[in-house]
């Protein structure tokens, strides 16, 4: 993978480049934007943006992959690609735009570390970016070619259903009543959508159905608070979209979907991360699954619990599975021990789990550590995380 020479220079300068990463990444994307302002109006999201996580993000997959080449040369991290890849392939990213960011990185890597940077290190971080920027690009071209290359298409919004207050399923249909590609549970679309100022900004969605049908269904919960453009899209969506309306989708992407073999499971969702669930229960309830399923949730109260009532039938129809809800504002009667965060201390998890996870990073990460302490392997616990992945961020 990474040359004996880059894998010494970057050893050497890891330090460095990792202390200054937040500063690189800042002054990247401001030049990125200032030469190229259509990307942050119809392509980047413009609220990761503001908030700053979308750097967060950057920073950490740039540390970690170069971390990773020099402690595994012989290897590379495509858990971490793959994930990439998906996000990248449903947002239609284009191989030249790996040049254009090489071209803004590498600026605001020289006007950071100054003469630090020696025409070695230059070469040696070029190898490292072009080592990722390859293997990204090789994933996402074979992603689309799987499915076709379709790109973006119309769909018709069916039918609108208040889940909650701040919750709305949408199921869409193709606009051209055309055939559309399957997908596996756990997998998300990109929705684009133009707002007022006539910007396209993207969201993903994950599907909250199982597949085999030509309808897509997506929840979306709205952002309150926070200034524009936090929350843009989905109160775009919820004021704006009703029956009949149209939106333009991508094709699904995700790698967080279930193995196609018979090992015990848990499911474990908070908040809105519980729609790939939904979808995983429909399916495995489909197909007879019978080993031992363990459903875990977490949200503020039952009457913010999107999805409850699938989420308790799906699991039902299972010859073998445990339902735990936890609430910070239970209703009367809730288990007392299901108040609060979710503990995990009485839960039986049975021998081999496969574990799923999908919410905020805190939850995904207070869970994660529990299960591992009940013997779970850490390769056999799988997320998803909605908007920029800060899990190596704060690693």
Known sequence: MLSEQSAATVRATLPVVGAAIGEITERFYDGLFAAHPELLRDLFNRGNQAAGTQRQALAGSIAAFATYLVEHPDERPDAMLQRIAHKHASLGI????????????????????GDAVTSGVAAAWDEVYWLMANALIAIERRLAEERGGGGWREWEVLERVEETADVATFRLRPADDGPVPDFRAGQY?????????????????????????????????????????????SNHLHARVREGSRLWLSDP??????????????????????????????QLAATGHGTPVTVVHADRSPAEHALRTDHE????????????FWYEQPESGHPADRTGLVDLTG?????????????PLPFMRAVREQLIGKGVAAADIHYEAFGPDLWLAQR
């Open 253 to 282: 992407y995700g790698d967080l979907v279930l193995d196609a073999d018979d090992a015990p499971l848990l499911l474990a969702s908070a908040g809105i991360g519980v729609t790939p669930m939904i979808a995983m229960l429909e």
């Open 313 to 324: 039938a799906y699991a039902g129809k299972l010859p073998d599975a445990a339902v735990h």
């Open 94 to 113: 284009e191989p030249e735009q790996y040049k254009v960011v090489h071209q803004h990185l590498f600026a605001a890597i020289a006007g950071v570390l």
């Open 347 to 359: 839960v039986t998890i049975p021998s081999g789990t496969r574990a799923y996870l999908c919410g």
């Open 189 to 233: 679309v990109s929705v684009q959508v133009e707002l007022p100022d006539g910007a396209r900004q993207i969201r993903q969605y994950s599907l909250s159905s199982a597949p085999g049908s030509p309808v897509r269904q997506i929840g979306v919960k709205r952002v309150h608070g926070g200034a524009t453009p936090d929350g843009e899209v």
